[in-house]
C-alpha cells in the first residue's frame, strides 16, 4: 500500500499567527530595546551638546572657567589673566625714570594651548561616564597652567641702559708729587646695578599684576682696587727733591716725616728733573767717575773709597748716573747751592738717616 506525500503551503493567517508576539515577557524586551535606544539617542545628544564646555572647578591660570564655554573662557581670561598684564612699569634709578610700554614688552598668553588640555579634560572618559558628570555638574577641581610670554631681550636692553646710567666707577686712592710735598688723592668707592634683582623685579611684574609698577632699583658697592691705607703701605717711602729751596723731604707712609738741607746739580749739570725711584744702594761707595767733559783727566776711571772719592758714607742711585750722597765736611758751604756735578749732596748724618729708611724702590720726585 502505498502513502502519498502531499505539501501543503501555510495559509496567510496561519502565518500572521505565527509572527506575532507570543507572551508579556516579549512584550517587555521590545520596549526596553526601544528605551536603550532612545537613551543612548539622548546620551549622544548631550555628550555632543557639552562637548565644547568645560567642566565645573577648571581654572586656567588662576582663573575660574569651569562651566563655560571655550570662547567664554576665551573672552574671560583675557579679561582677568591679559589685560592686567599688558601694563606699563617704571624703574627709579639716579635720579631717572625708565619706562617699559606694553608695546615694548608685548606680553601674550598661549590660551589656545590652555584651552585645549582643559577642554580635553573635561571631556575625559567614555561616554556613560561623561553623561554622568554632565547630569550631577560633576566638579574637575583642575588648575591648568597658562604659560606667559613677552618680547625677547626686551628685559636684557632695558637693564643694561639703567646700568649704564647707575654705574659710577671706583677711584683708586693716589698720590701726586710737587716740590713743596705730596698730595694724596683718597680712594672713591663706586656704585653698580645689582642687574639681576632688576631682573627678576621686572619679570616679576610683568607675570603677577599683585607686583608693583613702579620699581625701585638696587645697587652695589664696588671697592676700589688701591685704598688709601693700601697706598700709604706702599709707599713706606717717598722722596721729594725741590731744587728751588735746596731740600729733600722724606715721607714715611705719605706723612712727612724730616726734611734736610742740600745741594744740587750747578748750570748746565743740572739735577734731572722727573719722578725716578732708588735702584740701589751702596754703603762707603767707590765713585765710578763718568765719561764726561767735566771729570777731565778722571773720566771713567773708579776712585775707591777715600781722601779722593768725594762720595761719602752712602749712596742712592736714582736716575743711573745721579744719586744722593754724602760729602766731606769741608764740602758743607756747598749746601743749600747749586753746585754739584748733577748729584744730590747731604751732610754724611742726614744721608746716613736717610739711607736707614730708604728701601730701594722708593719713588724719588725731583722738582
Known sequence: MSTAVHNRRPSPRRLARGLRPRGPLAIVGVVLLVLLGAAAVAAYIDDQGHRDRLAPGVRIGGVDVGGLSVDAARARLVQRAVAPRRRTLTVHAAGRTFVLSPGQSRLTADLDVALSRARADSRRGWLGVRVMHDLTSHRLDESVALKLHYAPGVLPRLVTRIAAVVRRAPRDASVTPSATGLTVTPAHAGRALDAPALRRRLASALLFPSRPADIATTTKYVAPKVSSEQLAAKDAAYIIVDRHDHVLRFYEHLELARTFPIAVGRQGLETPQG???????????????????????????????????PIKARWMAFNGGAGIHGIDPSEYGSIGHDASHGCVRMRIPDVISLYAH?????PVYVA
Do not use: R
Not at 730708604?358 to 722708593?362: C, I, L, N, Y
Open 275 to 309: 719722578l725716578y725711584d732708588v735702584q740701589w744702594k751702596q754703603t762707603n761707595p767707590s765713585w765710578y767717575v763718568p765719561n764726561s767733559a767735566w771729570a777731565g783727566k778722571l773720566a771713567g776711571k773708579v776712585i775707591p773709597p777715600g781722601p779722593d772719592d
Open 358 to 362: 730708604t728701601p730701594v724702590g722708593t
